[in-house]
């Protein structure tokens, strides 16, 4: 890439031989990586991170300062100043791209993740994958004049879709709610469509991302995110990574049966959690009681009204959700689990009744352990994961490009 380039040391830096200078061109990129992997870090985190002396990394960090590599960054809430990984040039920008079921949501950020401005649009339903990037790219050209900034400046995108990507094909997999993206292979369709270095991901990882690095999972490395909308989408951070997989099929709970007897499933299967409490179900359970086709804002204002039977299907859909995140616990003991989506609009409506099942159902200590909140970040998890999937591509391109391999002695 024309922004990325490699730098040679400079003339006075000192020449090691052997296996003292692949020693130290390996500590180098485990520095490199430890910032590159969550930036803003200070000194002092860099040697907790990779278990080297502060002088070591103080050494080693100059030298990083000297090749270009590393910079201080912005000031951080403790009042300093972190150490960032140099990416670009400060105009360039990525962006991040979600589709949903029914809708598209672009944002532009700059190469440390920030958000500078954001669009979300409704889509007809079972729109054409042509039409649908057509659509997002429409919308990042608005975007990119907003924020001050050119499509020349954009160095990667990064996309999130309803669905599982296969870790080997690159394709879109079974289940997948846009049913024309099913068995494409999205990468190469995408940069096609957009003529720009693109990373795909599934939209419940890239929500459980996006909450890690800027919703209610920072601070935590095992959380569990939900989105509860038309289907059930999740994420699994283990670790503080995000975990996808041998298969890239992880966390796909929508498809954990809860009642063997149950509606037919999309996947099909009976009884499917997404059956009980996605929105298509809720919404074909109630419309008849009111000779009326509801959406959900309908129904979560008739319930905030004290309408009795969509309290009842919320609370049920809570209770639900609550059976499978007892289970979830027990095997995971995350710290957090981190609900989006429809049903989060419903406040303590759903949540109540999902940690009283979990509390009922989960081992005590696990559910002790597992703090249920709503996310802070509204219908922006998914896009702010896509835009952290684009940057954390950039950092990787950028250490590969940068550090000599100590492989190669040289």
């Known amino acids: 890439m024309s922004d990325i380039q490699r730098r040679s040391p400079p ?27 969550d ?17 070591t990394v103080s050494n080693l960090v100059a030298e990083l300062k000297r090749r270009g590599l590393v910079r201080r960054g912005e000031r951080r809430s403790d009042g300093r100043t972190g150490l960032e990984v140099v990416i670009g040039r400060a105009s360039n920008v990525v962006l991040g791209v979600d589709f949903g079921h029914r809708h598209v949501r672009v944002g532009v950020a700059g190469l440390n993740g920030k958000l500078l401005a954001d669009e979300q649009r409704l889509l007809p339903l079972d729109l054409g994958v042509t039409e649908s990037c057509a659509e997002a790219w429409a919308m990042a050209e608005r975007l990119l004049a907003a924020a001050g900034a050119r499509a020349a400046d954009v160095l990667h995108v990064g996309v999130g879709l309803p669905g599982p990507i296969d870790p080997v094909s690159g394709r879109v997999g079974w289940g997948a709610i846009l049913q024309r993206w099913e068995g494409l292979e999205a990468r190469s369709t995408l940069r096609e469509a957009f003529g720009l270095p693109v990373s795909v991901e599934n939209d419940g990882n890239l929500g459980a991302l996006g909450e890690l690095h800027h919703g209610a999972g920072r601070g935590c490395t095992d959380f569990v995110y939900l989105n509860l909308a038309t289907g059930v989408g999740a994420g699994l951070i283990i670790d503080g990574r995000l975990h996808r997989g041998a298969a890239g099929t992880a966390a ?3 498809h954990i049966t809860i009642d063997p007897q149950g509606p037919l499933c999309r996947c099909g299967n009976r009884g499917c959690l997404e059956t009980m409490i996605g929105s298509r179900g809720i919404l074909d359970t109630l419309s008849p009681s009111y000779g009326q086709v509801l959406d959900m804002p309908a129904v979560l204002r008739l319930a905030e009204g004290g309408d009795a039977r969509c309290r009842r299907a919320l609370a049920e859909a809570g209770r639900a959700v609550g059976v499978v995140v007892a289970d979830l616990c027990n095997l995971l003991s995350p710290q957090r689990i981190v609900v989006a989506g429809d049903l989060a609009r419903a406040g303590e409506l759903v949540l109540s009744p999902l940690r009283a099942m979990v509390a009922e159902r989960a081992v005590p200590a696990a559910a002790r352990a597992a703090e249920i909140v709503p996310s802070p970040l509204g219908d922006r998890s998914e896009m702010l994961g896509a835009i952290q999937l684009a940057v954390d591509a950039l950092r990787g391109q950028l250490t590969d490009a940068l550090v000599t391999p100590t492989a190669s002695g040289r």
Do not use: D, F, M
């Not at 031989?17 to 430890?34: H, K, T, W, Y």
């Open 11 to 37: 003339a006075h830096e000192p020449r090691y031989g052997g296996a003292l200078r692949a020693l130290r061109e390996g500590n180098l990129q485990r520095i490199l990586v430890a910032i590159r992997n």
């Open 39 to 55: 930036g803003g870090l200070s000194q002092a985190e860099v040697a907790r991170r990779t278990a080297l002396s502060p002088a």
């Open 252 to 254: 796909e709970i929508g």
